[in-house]
């Protein structure tokens, strides 16, 4: 049978459009159906806190570890027997929490390797987690880490977020490269800029007395020619971002996830993804999260 020019044209219109929509349908789909809107295969670690406070999943080692202080994380032993920090049942923004009671030295530690992205060419990650605090009423006038990636020093291929010192308590997202890459000339950090610093600060108002506040960071094209961004984002909405070049060194041997140091609230949900997540997908955890604490509030 010959089909006139515009019977084909119709037909092939009709085709393309069912294409384009059995392939919209199928995105819709695999978007549903991986939780909190991000791919779960792009979620190397997840500490819940609930149980005993070993990591949910990990890529590497998932056991919890208990240092007497930062300077001894080296001879951090598995376990939380400590009088300072202790897991709560039921009191996270989803089933339990880690909670900081007392000030004092010791902090959490996570062995980095295989649960954090790979220090490689064009290295990108995503933390997220969720924190309780008071900055004004309960935390001490040091500098407060909630949680720092290091294998060196806090200024030396490092990732962090931390309350500054001071009456202010800025909060701060810092992303210190290799030491020798950012700082070559080693010019004292107090003589820095505070514009030169690889950091970005915002208000600790943003953080409620005893409410949940969720902060999520991201970095990618880190070891690549072009400039780097790292960003911040508080309760799903996007911060600001540092945007330089960025070198990052890493011996695995020595890479930790540091909780709680000079820390004293609640931090829970702990979650780090291989790849640089978009401001959609954070947003993603943010109000899934809060949904899923909602309904199990009502249970």
Known sequence: MILARGE???NTSVNLCALLICICVQMDMAYASTPNGVDENDLIFKASFDGNGDADIAGGDPKLYLASSFAQRAEAKPGLNSNNIHLIEGEGILGGTLAFHRHS???????????????EENMEGSVSLWLKVSPYVDLPDEFVDPIMVIDKAWNDSALFIDF??????????????DYSFWNPKDIPFDDI???????????????????????????QHVNTDKDAKASLYIN????????????????????EIILGMNYLGALDELKIFNRALHEEEIAALYNNT??????????
Do not use: C
């Not at 809060?290 to 199990?296: G, Y």
């Open 8 to 10: 084909m044209l119709n």
């Open 105 to 119: 030295p010791e902090i959490i530690v996570f062995k980095g390797k295989d649960n954090l992205p790979p220090a």
């Open 164 to 177: 500054d010192k001071g009456s202010e308590k800025e909060f701060r997202l810092g992303v210190f490269s």
């Open 193 to 219: 800029s505070r514009d030169a610093r690889p950091m970005l600060g915002l208000s600790s108002r943003i953080f409620l007395d005893q409410k949940w506040t969720h902060v999520a960071f991201t970095w």
């Open 236 to 255: 799903g909405d996007y911060q600001g971002s540092l945007v330089r070049k960025q070198m990052f060194t890493w011996d695995e041997s020595k890479l």
């Open 290 to 299: 809060l949904s899923s604490a909602a309904t199990d509030n009502t249970d």
